[in-house]
């Protein structure tokens, strides 16, 4: 799906506003970190790359990896153009320590609904113990989902549409959800596209979800190793309230 998308990704995403709305709430948490400067940040999942480069614009040591190697070829040309370092490699959860090497980070972010792209409790597993090994001791975990328990209760289907325009050309994303019977998610994305003048142009992508929900993710955080895990309901803070918050947001730490 994600290898398809990666040419409009930066069009789906508003990362000026995105980044204006998240970039404080992540920055205050990696500020409650102790050890040498510049941090050091890996931005799992990374896709086109805009949190790492802007930290890196911001002073931190920041790397991102991706399983989709089309979104890390749009996350290299991302920083060529913002005029930053940043080391970008096509890696998916399970093999980001054996990438990067252990304990190669303070921090490292798994944002935008990530973790439920796996689809089984072991995957989960792994990925979570992956994260552990990449981290230092005392390091942190900071994760971004959706709030799949509101969603599964109330059988959320569709999430608000996305537009974007360039010159004579306009974009619309439409997103959708469908609930399978084996208790997962088919994500669908519905790429709508014209030229001025012309007809619409009209693809879809899909990829299926597991619907995380927040007592099994803290049943694999403790599994993993995780020890102290504070739950938030959005990108600002919220608490978390499992049948109205938006996301599902947690930092978790590494023992040290």
Partial sequence: MYDTFSDDYDRFVQWEGRLAYEMPFIEQQLQTLRGGLPLRVLDSACGTGMHAITLAQRGYAAAGADLSAG?????RRNAQSAGVEVRFEAAGFGALAATF????F??????????????????????LADFAACLRSGGLLLVQSRNFDAVMTARERWMEP????????????????DFDPDG?????ILTLRRKKGQNWQQGVTTTRLRPLRQAQVAAALAAA??????WY?????APFEAQSSGNLVFCAWKPG
């Fill in 233 to 237: 309901g959005d990108m600002t803070g």
């Fill in 184 to 188: 997962l998610l088919t994500f669908n």
């Fill in 71 to 75: 979104m890390i070829e749009k996350a």
């Fill in 106 to 127: 303070d921090a490292l972010l798994c944002l935008g609904n990530s973790l439920p792209h796996l689809l089984t409790e072991e995957a989960l597993g792994e990925a």
């Fill in 162 to 177: 996305q537009s974007h325009r360039e010159g004579a050309e306009e974009w619309v994303f439409l997103r959708q959800y």
């Fill in 225 to 230: 190793g995780f020890s102290r895990v504070d």
């Fill in 101 to 104: 090497g252990r304990g190669a």
